[in-house]
């Protein structure tokens, strides 16, 4: 649950608009989500189908929607209120958007696909934020392609210019309450040291600081920032700390952090 009061997003807010928006039209029954989002599911299968045809061939592509659509771990998470089952349809959606870049006889046909694909990343990276990777790889090799074709840089810019079209509205309105520009969520640095610290392992195991309830880790994490530094930090200021925290594990401990990735 996102609390509107509080400075900056701790919890991707893409699918708490979902659930909004889906609420309005079919109510709050549990089952009829679940059903609207397996069929999600199914397009994400075709979708699946599509871009494996389009890059080899059509019996690679059978066989990819054919495994994606019997992939049984898939039909259990999109039918429980998460976002897993959206956030693959979104990035197969943008990968199928790509695929359609093709310059041919002019730019201005091909510009609407980068846009596309810019505005589904977006979408993506509301419901989990490692998506702005994707949109910078994305958008350099956009980049990438102009400068070896010798061409504008036009399709890197619709990319960018999608994915910030979409991005942007949440970022102004952590700066207008917060006064600080966070883009999407400020959980990134809390989130990397959970899995890249002396105690990671396997299975997550809370530290000590933490609560048992995930919806407390945000203010248990940015109590323990503060008590380590020894003064009052924002938010993006907390991220920072345990980001930090995290590298300097990796760099002190580089071979029991490839042990943890193992």
């Known amino acids: 649950d996102a609390d509107a009061t509080e400075p900056d997003y701790f919890f991707n807010l893409g699918y708490a608009y979902w659930l909004a928006a889906v609420s309005a039209v079919i109510g709050t029954d549990e089952g009829r989500l679940a059903l609207l989002q397996l069929f999600i599911g199914a397009a994400t299968a075709a979708g699946t189908a599509a871009a494996a045809a389009a890059l080899a061939g059509p019996a690679a592509g059978w066989a990819a929607g054919l495994l994606a659509a019997g992939y049984r771990t898939a039909w259990y998470y999109e039918a429980i209120p998460i976002s897993a089952g959206l956030i693959n349809v979104l990035n197969i959606t943008v990968l199928l958007c790509l695929l359609r870049c093709r310059v041919g006889a002019g730019l201005a046909p091909a510009l609407p696909w980068p846009f596309a694909a810019g505005l589904f990343t977006g979408l993506s990276a509301l419901f989990r934020p490692t998506a702005l990777l994707w949109a910078v790889l994305v958008g350099g090799w956009l980049a990438f392609r102009a400068w070896r074709e010798h061409r504008p840089l036009l399709l890197a810019g619709a990319y960018l210019a999608g994915v910030l079209l979409v991005i942007a509205p949440g970022a102004v309105r952590n700066r207008w309450l917060g006064g600080e520009w966070v883009l999407t969520t400020a959980s990134g640095g809390m989130n990397f040291y959970k899995g890249n610290n002396p105690s990671a392992g396997a299975i997550y195991r809370p530290r000590q ?31 920072a700390f345990w980001a930090g925290e995290s590298m300097q594990f990796i760099r002190e401990a580089p071979v029991a952090w490839m042990k943890n990735l193992l």
Request: proline share 3%; glycine share 6%; aromatic share 6%.
């Open 209 to 239: 600081f933490e609560s048992a309830d995930p919806r407390d880790h945000a203010a248990d994490f940015m109590r323990e920032a503060e008590r380590r530094t020894g003064r009052r930090v924002t938010v993006s200021g907390m991220s």
